[in-house]
């Protein structure tokens, strides 16, 4: 028959042997918690990072929409130069010429705007698409921090190996975002 001093013996060193078969596993989520952390605060610079472009490109088309209105304006000056009877035509041609030649500038300057509007909102749409990846990612990695931590209640293996491939898929989604372009 075994002594109570043996069966306590016993016990603690199971117990021990559980806490060595544990460790993997706790260390395991610590480095899926680390990733997490850093996922995320890649994910939140990304999204200010794609407010700001979009700032950006709504300022670069209201600087369009602003000198679409200045050509419009001088397009209708012209219409009206033109309907009109002056007493110096002299002067008159000397306007309507200073009217085309700011239709033909703004109407450069109006292609520009456009493209770097155009330009600014595919940066807007780039970011977007990074922080979609690292959003996606922080939640992979949250997932697998979560089952990765039922082993530790269940005893079983397969959740901690189920967490890791949470974690790599994670970590793999939120690498993603490094190389859109």
Do not use: C
């Not at 330009?119 to 697998?144: P, S, T």
């Amino acid at each position: 028959m075994m002594e109570a001093n043996e069966a306590q013996e016993l016990q603690e060193q199971q117990e021990e042997a559980l806490q060595k078969n544990m460790k993997p596993v706790s260390f395991t989520m610590a480095v899926l918690a680390v990733l997490v952390a850093i996922v995320t605060v890649l994910g939140h610079r990304t999204h200010t990072e794609a407010v700001l472009r979009q700032a950006k490109a709504s300022d670069q088309w209201n600087l369009y929409q602003a000198k679409k209105i200045r050509q419009n304006d001088t397009e209708l000056a012209a219409d009206l130069l033109s309907a009109l009877q002056l007493r110096d035509p002299a002067a008159g041609k000397k306007l309507a010429d200073g009217y085309a030649a700011h239709q033909q500038k703004w109407a450069e300057d109006l292609k520009e705007e456009q493209q770097e509007a155009q330009a600014l909102e595919a940066e807007v749409k780039l970011a977007e698409r990074r922080a979609d990846r690292f959003d996606l990612g922080e939640a992979l990695l949250e997932i697998g921090l979560v089952v990765s931590s039922i082993t530790l209640l269940t005893r079983l293996r397969t959740y901690w190996y189920l967490g890791i491939g949470f974690g790599v898929a994670g970590v793999i989604v939120a690498g993603l975002a490094f190389v859109l372009g």
